[in-house]
């Protein structure tokens, strides 16, 4: 069964950082994508970074230089360290997975860059 379960989120000052955790069990080793995207309030859900297939990385514009996603099989983990944040960064933030034409999501973690 798969679970993606997201943590770290929380309020931080501009120019400051946070990383983000996606317990993924189930399916990260198996997902042909494998990612995080994100939602600010009255905005649609955007794609910040993911994996593809082959193991290839692809990052939003706004968030190239100053964000980075990795992954920790052995611990079904994915990650996001988020540096320079600014106010533009505040979102909730979705772990997500793709495997057999089927999207799983978690339920989001809020991430607030305010002073």
């Known amino acids: 069964q798969v679970q993606l379960v997201e943590s770290g989120g929380g309020l931080v000052q501009p120019g400051g950082s946070l990383r983000l955790s996606c317990a993924a069990s189930g399916i990260i080793r198996s997902a042909s994508a494998m990612g995080w995207y994100r939602q600010a309030p009255g905005k649609e859900r955007e794609l910040v970074a993911t994996f593809r297939a082959g193991g290839s990385i692809v990052y939003t514009d706004s968030v190239k230089g100053r964000f980075t996603i990795s992954r920790d099989n052995a611990k079904n983990t994915l990650y996001l360290q988020m540096n320079s944040l600014s106010s533009e960064d505040t979102a909730v933030y979705y772990c997500?997975?793709?495997?057999?034409?089927?999207?799983?999501w978690g339920e989001g973690t809020l991430v607030t860059v305010s002073t």
């Open positions: 997500h997975a793709f495997r057999g034409g089927i999207n799983y």
